[in-house]
C-alpha cells in the first residue's frame, strides 16, 4: 500500500538524520577544547615541527564510503588501530597496520581543507570543527601522509591522511585510499596514548 510505502521511506529518512546527527554530536564532543573557557592553545601555532607529532596513538575509523565509481556504499562500521607516528631524516612515519606511510607537516602555504558533513561522509564538515574548534583549520597543526601499503584481505593499496590537531594530543582528520577498483574516504580520530 502506498501509506506504508511513504511511512517506509519517511521512517528510513528519520533514522538516517539521526546516525548523522547522533556522529556530528559525538565528533564535536572529541574535537572540542577540554573547556569552554580554555579557548584553543594550538590555534595560530600551526608550524609545529614534525617532532610535535610523535608518539603512539589510538585511531578510530568511523564513517565515511567505498566506491568502485559505479556506485557509492555508505560505510558506517568502526574500526580501531594503534599507529604510531616518528620522524626519520625530517620525514613523519605513520606505521598502522596496513603498512608504513610518510608524510610532512602542512605549511602556511597549503589553504584551508574543505569537507561536507552527512549521511556517507564525515560527521563534522570543516566548517563545524572551526566552530567547535575554535580556529580555522589552516591555522592549527596539521599533517598530510601517504604511502602504499595492504589491505585486510592482502591486497596493495595507496592510502594516505589529512590530519589535523584540535586540542593536545589530538588528530582528527580523513583516511583515503584507493586499491583493487575501489577507493575510500573515511573520518579518523587518533588520541596519543604515548609520550613523544
Known amino acids: 500500500m502506498p501509506t506504508q510505502r511513504i511511512s517506509g521511506d519517511f521512517r528510513s529518512r528519520i533514522t538516517r538524520t539521526c546516525l548523522v546527527l547522533s556522529g556530528a554530536v559525538v565528533g564535536l564532543l572529541l574535537i572540542a577544547p577540554a573547556s569552554a573557557d580554555e579557548g584553543n592553545d594550538l590555534c595560530g601555532k600551526h608550524n ?10 589510538s585511531m578510530e575509523v568511523g564513517s565515511g564510503y ?12 568502526t574500526d580501531t588501530d594503534t599507529p604510531t607516528i616518528s620522524v626519520q631524516g625530517g620525514n613523519l612515519i605513520l606505521d598502522d597496520s596496513a603498512g608504513t606511510i ?7 602555504e597549503e589553504p584551508r581543507w574543505e569537507w561536507p558533513a552527512g549521511v556517507g561522509k564525515p560527521p563534522v564538515s570543516a566548517d563545524d570543527l572551526a566552530v567547535v574548534a575554535g580556529c580555522e583549520n589552516d591555522r592549527l597543526p596539521r599533517i598530510v601522509l601517504s604511502g602504499t601499503g595492504t589491505s585486510a584481505d592482502g591486497k596493495p593499496l595507496d592510502y594516505g591522511y589529512r590530519l589535523v590537531e584540535t586540542r593536545p594530543g589530538l588528530l582528527v582528520g580523513l583516511l583515503h585510499w584507493q586499491g583493487g577498483g575501489f577507493s575510500s574516504k573515511r573520518w579518523v580520530t587518533l588520541e596519543r596514548t604515548g609520550d613523544r
Open 102 to 108: 610518510s608524510g610532512q607537516v602542512a605549511g602556511t
Open 48 to 57: 609545529q615541527p614534525a617532532e610535535h607529532f610523535v608518539g603512539s596513538y
Open 66 to 77: 567505498v566506491t568502485n565509481g559505479k556506485m557509492k556504499i555508505r560505510a558506517t562500521t
